[in-house]
């Protein structure tokens, strides 16, 4: 069950590193000032793992990795929190400006989204995770910020659907990962799997379990 996690904190180079971490730091650390810091790692944790998920479900003979999925997780969140305040008032000053960077950043949302769309299809990207990520945050997002709306039954709508979307597509995303979906037996072996698929003639692959890790053997004894 780890594994839907730990993914988001590994990444396929520096590079890749970079990217993202670059994103988070323009956009995800503005999030964060607005949502709070409790909000902000529930909605990446929950679009990461929701992205894992569903990569795990629909390319399961793929190595993926990285924080793609959580942070398409945050715009579609932010969505979910523009949605959720579409009905504010502005008969004051601030609230006027209020809406006025809420257009903005919704134009910001939908040209990152387009542009993760498009990019999403092209050899050694993980479109699933990307997917699966951007609906984790949208649903959970509506959950966490549906009490904010200003008409109740909006408030009650968003917030009930987005926990019940969420647990619903969580709870059945396992249970079919785990009943339906076969994984490639080699995949048992990371390393040969990774050397024979992987490209790199040279590679040497040096694997390490917990007991290595923390001083026991290697073999597992």
Not at 147 to 170: E, S
């Amino acid at each position: 069950w780890w594994r839907l996690f730990s993914p988001i904190m590994l990444h396929a180079g520096l590079l890749h590193l970079l990217g993202n971490l670059g994103i988070q730091m323009e956009q995800g650390v503005l999030f964060e000032r607005e949502w709070g810091s409790l909000h902000w790692v529930i909605i990446y944790i929950v679009s990461g793992a929701g992205g894992n998920l569903l990569s795990a479900i629909y390319l399961p003979n793929s190595l993926s990795v990285g924080s793609s999925g959580a942070v398409c997780g945050l715009f579609g969140a932010k969505l979910a929190e523009i949605l959720c305040r579409t009905c504010e008032m502005t008969d004051t000053g601030q609230k006027k400006l209020a809406y006025r960077v809420r257009i903005d950043q919704l134009k910001e949302a939908i040209c990152v989204v387009s542009m993760v769309a498009v990019f999403s299809f092209i050899p050694m990207v993980d479109w699933a995770s990307h997917l699966g990520g951007f609906l984790g945050g949208l649903f959970i997002g509506f959950a966490l910020f549906g009490p904010g709306c200003y008409y109740c039954a909006f408030a009650i709508l968003f917030t009930l659907g987005g926990w019940i979307v969420t647990v619903f597509l969580f709870s059945y995303g396992i249970k079919y990962l785990y009943r339906q979906v076969e994984a490639d037996e080699a995949l048992s072996d990371v390393c040969e799997y990774f050397i024979e698929y992987g490209g790199v003639d040279d590679y040497q692959c040096v694997c390490q379990t917990w007991d290595s890790i923390f001083g026991g053997s290697n073999d597992g004894e």
